[in-house]
């Protein structure tokens, strides 16, 4: 069955470094691809999404490419702020019912 | 819109109780979800429906817990009984099958069973 791994947190960083969250699947056909982020306290919310191989997602200075020959969708962005702390959720949707990663908690410091 | 709303934000029962978690979709939604998301197992999806049919119900761990809807506005969550390993956050969500696939998320319940 489909599925998503993603890397183990948490990912600890100073304020305007470089954050990359690794995460790559498994799944047949071509599903589309998502980051979801969940602030403390919140339901999960739409960072972004690509829905064929080569699509770049953009959202907040967030990015990810769609990588359909390494079959991955790592989240990069390129000076974190404080504000970004939370958990971030790699997920596929290739027939109506999602797959979720088990999220990456990202701490950001003053 | 008001996005998706759930009710109550907060529930704290005792053992044995019946718990009843309340769910209204956005507007215009055909699909609707229930995830039950806990430190150790991480974010577990319970059931889905489809036009108010429940297509996947694989998700639920046994037979204490059942959810209805009734109809397009509308879902509840039933425990009973209540265990206080059931004690989570139960979220529901929902979209249009077919069309862009994200979903979105409510609020959540934070369940606690002592």
């Known amino acids: 069955g489909d599925s998503v791994t993603q890397m183990e947190g948490p990912v600890t960083l100073s304020e305007e470094a470089f954050l990359t969250i690794n995460c790559t699947y498994t799944a047949t056909g071509y599903p589309s691809l998502f980051w979801y982020?969940?602030?403390?306290?919140?339901?999960?919310?739409?960072?972004?999404?690509?829905?064929?191989?080569?699509?770049?997602?953009?959202?907040?200075?967030?990015?990810?490419?769609?990588?359909?020959?390494t079959t991955s969708f790592h989240l990069e962005k390129g000076s974190v702020q404080v504000s970004d702390s939370a958990v971030y959720f790699c997920a596929l949707e290739g027939s109506y019912i999602p797959t979720f990663g088990r999220g990456t908690s990202l701490i950001v410091h003053p | 819109d008001a996005g998706v709303i759930q009710s109550p934000r907060h529930e704290v029962t005792e053992m044995g109780q019946e718990v009843t978690l309340r769910c209204k979709p956005i507007s215009g939604h055909n699909s609707l979800f229930w995830y039950r998301q806990t430190m150790m197992r991480g974010?577990?999806?319970?059931?889905?429906?489809n036009n108010n049919v429940p297509i996947d119900d694989s998700g639920m761990p046994e037979d204490r817990f059942s959810a209805k809807m009734p109809n397009a506005s509308f879902s509840t969550l039933k425990i009973q009984p209540s265990e206080p390993r059931d004690s989570a956050v139960y979220f529901c969500a929902s979209n249009v099958a077919g069309e862009t696939y994200e979903q979105y998320f409510g609020p959540g319940t934070r369940l606690t069973v002592t």
């Open chain 2, 43 to 49: 974010l577990e999806l319970l059931i889905y429906f």
């Open chain 1, 37 to 69: 982020v969940q602030y403390p306290g919140e339901g999960l919310q739409l960072l972004l999404k690509a829905t064929k191989a080569d699509d770049k997602g953009s959202n907040k200075g967030f990015e990810a490419t769609y990588r359909k020959e």
